[in-house]
């Protein structure tokens, strides 16, 4: 498998400067991670394919080492060499900046015809709260991870009436585009407001950026509900502001790149702290495997 993008990959987080029409979950503990777009439908090609995820009631993730990760896998191929595997970095993210908190990400590999799968995975850690309470050596974090799977289209550029825009907007804007409910696309975790210290001896990767405080999660019954996430022009257009201040500060920038001093005085950089960039195989030959 590769870690891979075209010309330019740009992952972020937006949040801190943003507002939209969407209020918090109805359920003061349950953090909600949804994916916003794309959805299980087909789509019209476009140079740059937008990937949303929605997090609701996003301060419950402070503590929980929230970890992200999806892969898009083309139909007509068996191969893991043609899987595109993306992460986002969030153990810095300021979780209490906004509600809902955007993870995003553009693509080009999505101009041609095609079918895809896309398989995301949330994963968090959380207290071992009886093993914690009394300080038994053999406890350690909780590890949960959860996986998801949605299939979309591309259309074929000369079929005229296949497939709508890559539209953040009308994604979200009513009922009949909002995503199926259920379990595909979103999940909900009760993270109750009970926080932990977490043990001397308990050897944790996110001790540094937790200040070592875990949060204790419970069972839940709650189904969540992604139609709730709602994308206003405001939102998308700092979203694809992004997309422009990664792609005029790549190697290969485009001729309509804003003057230098307007770049900077616009304030275009992405909000939020989980910025990563990775080359493609084809344009920069950078690799990773798994």
């Known amino acids: ?15 801190a ?99 895809w799968n896309l398989a995301w995975t949330v994963a968090w850690q959380s207290c071992d709260e009886e093993g914690f309470e009394n300080r038994l050596m053999t406890s350690d974090m909780l590890t949960n991870q959860t996986d998801f799977s949605i299939w979309f289209t591309i259309a074929a550029k000369d079929a005229e009436n296949e497939g709508i825009d890559a539209d953040l907007v009308s994604a979200t804007s009513g009922e009949t585009s909002c995503p199926d409910l259920g379990f595909e696309t979103a999940i909900a975790i009760n993270v109750t407001e009970k926080t932990m210290s977490v043990p001397d001896f308990v050897d944790w990767s996110a001790a540094d950026w ?49 003057e230098k001093e307007d770049n900077e005085s616009a304030g275009v950089a992405l909000p939020g702290s989980g910025l990563l960039m990775l080359a493609l195989s084809g344009a920069l030959g950078l690799f990773a495997s798994m």
């Open 17 to 115: 400067t943003l507002a939209t029409s969407s209020s918090s979950s109805t359920e003061k503990n349950i953090l909600e991670v949804d994916l916003v777009f794309p959805q299980n439908k087909t789509y019209k090609p476009t140079e740059w394919f937008p990937i949303v995820f929605g997090f609701q009631n996003p301060q419950r993730a402070q503590y929980l080492n929230i970890d992200l990760t999806y892969s898009f896998h083309p139909h007509e191929t068996n191969t893991q060499n043609d899987t595109i595997t993306l992460f986002h970095d969030l153990r810095w993210e300021n979780w209490s900046s906004h509600d809902p908190y955007f993870a995003h990400n553009f693509l080009d590999n999505f101009n041609s015809p095609g079918r």
């Open 1 to 15: 498998m590769r870690y891979q993008g075209t010309w330019l990959l740009t992952i972020g987080t937006l949040g």
């Open 210 to 258: 937790t200040n070592h405080t875990c949060s204790v999660v419970a069972p839940t019954l709650v189904i969540p509900d992604p139609c709730r996430v709602k994308l206003d022009q405001t939102v998308v257009e700092s979203i694809q502001a992004s997309l422009t201040a990664r792609r005029c500060q790549g190697l290969n920038p485009p001729d309509d790149c804003p």
